[in-house]
């Protein structure tokens, strides 16, 4: 089927909007949504506008394809304005241009940039430039088709849709992750992969994904959840969230391969019981055979990065302390802060072998 006629179905399908999660948690409502001409051009773009009004969501039709009126007198201002803004523009032409992205998948491509949670240690930081608007390109169908140049021969191709935004958390104004994945599950040799702390996973069950997208949900003890990840759903809803995508469709699920990212892992103190917990939870919930991956990612930080989140929270309590660290350095010469070899160590062999007790099919990816 033609993806446009797919845009045009979908968006009859989602006439009523949830506005929460299944599990009460309130999904995100932009205070401002700017259109740009080039995005109002696009069929994609139109459904976004026509989703937007039947959300009541405040929108701007811009004259020009720059978006203004993200600065506040201070970045702490500037940060509350952009998080509220929904930005629908097209992506660039450096967007078709896929970039690697080891070890997670072979390509990377984006629906999205930015994000509307506010996680105190946000991997974004650093990473994009300017307000932390929340950008969705309207060029999809475009940016779709162009991975399709990036298919290796006879070989499953990755491609990674998560790297700088989080796209379920959009999903309920977007609609742009059914099509991605029912766009993917019609290519035999392409995987999709995605991550999430969001649980409005609804909108997703139903979809012929073909087993070719995996759904990793982002999880950490709950301590670190509660104190870190602002905006975001708790950490057993999460879980349910992430059995519901696994439970196979004729139990009402959404049938699709699933992975955890456990990630930043901290060793906070008490660290080893917190995670101990969080094993617990996810044991009770993924407790039938399914295709599951861990990925373990441990928390560090660039100078860059810790500058901007010190500007975006100032009164974080999470711990940025340089003397503490050991340095590694990245291919561009850039510097970044990790737990010195002893904690890592102790951290990787507990993370390895309460996964290989708890979960004997499941494959951990890697750790870092
Ligand atoms: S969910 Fe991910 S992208 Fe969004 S604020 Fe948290 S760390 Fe950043």
Redesign the pocket.
């Known amino acids: 089927m033609e993806l446009l006629t797919v845009l045009e179905q979908i968006d009859e399908e989602a006439k009523v909007i949830e506005t929460t999660s299944a599990k009460g948690f309130k999904l995100w409502m932009p205070k401002r949504v700017v259109f740009t001409p080039d995005a109002l051009d696009e069929p994609y773009g139109q459904q976004i506008y026509e989703r937007a009004k039947s959300l009541n969501l405040n929108i701007e039709l811009l004259k020009n394809n720059r978006i203004t009126g993200l600065r506040g007198a201070t970045e702490r201002e500037t940060y509350k304005i952009a998080k509220n803004t929904l930005a629908i523009v097209n992506a660039p032409k450096s967007a078709f241009n896929l970039r690697p992205i080891p070890p997670s998948a072979d390509w990377q491509f984006h629906l999205a940039e930015g994000?509307p949670?506010?996680?105190q240690?946000?991997?974004?930081a650093g990473s994009l430039q300017g307000p932390p608007a929340i950008r969705v390109f309207a060029n999809l169908p475009s940016i779709l088709e162009n991975t399709v140049k990036y298919e290796r021969l006879n070989q499953v191709t990755s491609y990674e849709a998560s790297c700088y935004?989080?796209p379920l958390?959009l999903e309920h104004i977007t609609g742009g992750l059914a099509e991605t994945i029912k766009f993917f599950g019609q290519r035999p040799m392409s995987h999709l992969r995605f991550v999430s702390?969001f649980d409005a996973v609804e909108p997703l069950m139903g979809l012929e994904h073909n087993g070719h997208t995996r759904f990793r949900c982002?999880l950490n003890a709950d301590a670190v959840a509660r104190r870190l990840?602002g905006g975001?759903p708790n950490v057993t809803a999460r879980i349910q969230a992430l059995r519901k995508m696994a439970l196979p469709k004729v139990q009402g699920g959404g049938g699709y391969p699933i992975g955890v990212v456990l990630a930043p892992i901290m060793p906070i103190p008490g660290w080893e019981d917190a995670y101990d917990d969080l094993f617990n939870q996810l044991q009770q919930n993924i407790n039938f055979d399914c295709d599951l991956t861990f990925e373990l990612i441990s928390h560090r930080f660039t100078p860059g990065s810790k500058d901007v989140l010190m500007e975006w929270y100032p009164n974080t309590s999470l711990d940025m302390e340089e003397s503490t660290r050991a340095t590694k350095r990245n291919k561009f010469g850039g510097t970044k802060y990790v737990y010195n070899r002893e904690q890592m160590q102790l951290l990787k062999s507990f993370f390895e072998s309460e996964i290989k007790t708890r979960f004997p099919n499941a494959k951990v990816l890697y750790w870092t």
């Open positions: 994000c949670a506010h996680c240690y946000c991997y974004l935004t989080d958390s702390k982002s990840e975001t």
